[in-house]
């Protein structure tokens, strides 16, 4: 089984994303409340600028919400 690629998103500066830290978002790479089960919250970012971002869908990443190439690693 492969690990999921990053999400690209177009964040939008100043504005704060709620980026699913468990993995059981429907809506991912954000919160949709699923993590109410289990004891892992959501991360809140905050888009320092206007850009594409590639936000991590394994959640793996050591730069939480960005991917920063782990889903490549074994």
Not at 50 to 74: E, I, Q, W
Request: glycine residues 6%.
């Amino acid at each position: 089984m492969t690990n999921p690629q990053p999400i690209a998103i177009e964040a939008e500066a100043g504005k704060t994303y709620f980026w699913c830290a468990c993995g059981l978002s429907a809506n991912q790479p954000f919160c949709d409340g699923s993590h109410k089960s289990t004891a892992i919250t959501p991360m809140a970012w905050t888009a320092p600028e206007s850009k594409t971002v590639f936000m991590c869908a394994c959640k793996k990443t050591g730069n939480a919400p960005l991917c920063d190439g782990s889903h490549n690693r074994p």
